[in-house]
């Protein structure tokens, strides 16, 4: 926080969370085991309005990393000028160990440990890693099943319940009108810039299709099971296609097969980590060949490859900006189930496209006007936001 001027008992306060929620999740299996999951959320900050953030599923979520996240979605709404602060959750288990049924029950049963803590106007949750609409659903109808109908205490619901159009596409959505933007100010055209993308869940497979769709040269794409690369570009709506059968990466038949991690260091223009944190690090920092890195992951670098990396000269477009998309239409949503209304997608989208064009645009006239970083930029705006909320509201 040295490049604001934040006062030390304010920096205190935004670098605590407000409150961390850890709860003990038991869930009988189908095949009549027991198995005890952990889950979390925590409330970072709400002077700005009440804590919003997703909710993660994955074998490694614990405490530390759900703070972090939450964290990062408070500086995210204030940037955005959404009227939130910022939360995180998540429960500690591999997806692919349980079945549906188990899964909606393990969901349930974490809704009723955190109820009492989450709600309308106090905590909104929304999906992240490995949940989706359907989480949501549940989320919903157990939520609403202990304090009366309430669509509005979650948001990435589907459509057919509540749901926002645009919503399910959104952060892959803001994340390429980031790259058209920082494309324009870099004088690149979007037909001649080479693109790899890091994950093709929900943020990476919108990002791809997108980014596809203006013209952009996809050379290198990949999942857990590893990558594949094409100079020439690759065929981004037949690897879609073949994802979204079921099949992997790996299990892809074009391009040249390579081991997962191999993405990062292909040669490309623009890298677009939407997968997990802390990928690109000490480790192979120094092999990252990419101009232009786009973070629609949460904290895909770490802050030694971030330094590295800016020594080097290379743009970062920090994650609360890059991927602010999703909480943004998170937020249309919300607004629409409180006034029981609902929008066209075209709508959704063209608000969408102004709301994240001129937090881009705030964030790269102070870098310019300070000699900062896009990150640095970003965190000056958003901590200066929410650390003038506190004040104006009085700390008691
Ligand atoms: N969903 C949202 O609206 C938002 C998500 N984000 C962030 O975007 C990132 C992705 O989220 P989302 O798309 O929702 O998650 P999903 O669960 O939909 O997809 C995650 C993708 O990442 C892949 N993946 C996981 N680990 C690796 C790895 N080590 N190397 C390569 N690929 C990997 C998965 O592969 P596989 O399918 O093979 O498991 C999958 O393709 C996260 O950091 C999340 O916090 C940020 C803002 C909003
Ligand atoms: O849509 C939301 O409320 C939050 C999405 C999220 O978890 C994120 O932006 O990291």
Redesign the pocket.
Known sequence: MDVMDVGQNIEALLVTANRSISVKIPLELDDGTIRVFKGYRVQHNNARGPFKG?L?YAPDVDLDEVRS?ASLMTWKTALTRLPYGGAKGGIAVDVKELNRGELERLTRRFVNRIHDFIGPQTDIP???????AQTMAWIMDQYSMLHGHNPAVVT?KPVDLYGAEG?ES???RGVVYVIEELMKDEGRDLAETTFCI????????YAARFLDGLGAKIVGV????G?VYDEAGLPVGEILEH?RKGG??KGYAGGDALP??E?LTLPCDVLVP????D?INRENMREIRASYIVE?????VTPEADDHLRERGVILVP?ILA?????VV?YFEWVQNLQNFSWKEKQANAELHSTITEAYRRVRKLAKRRGLDLRTAAFVLAIGSVGKATVLRGIY
Not at 126 to 132: L, S
Not at 222 to 225: A, G, I, W
Not at 274 to 277: E, L, R, T, Y
Not at 296 to 300: F, I, R, V, Y
């Open positions: 997703g993660r996240l929304a999906p992240d890693m490995n949940t989706n990435g919503r959104a952060t892959g890091q994950g093709l869940g929900n943020v990476g497979s990949s999942d857990v099971s990558a994802v992997d990466v997962g991690e993405l939407a997968a997990v944190g990928v629609a992951a949460n904290g895909p994650d991927n602010a998309g999703g909480v998170s």
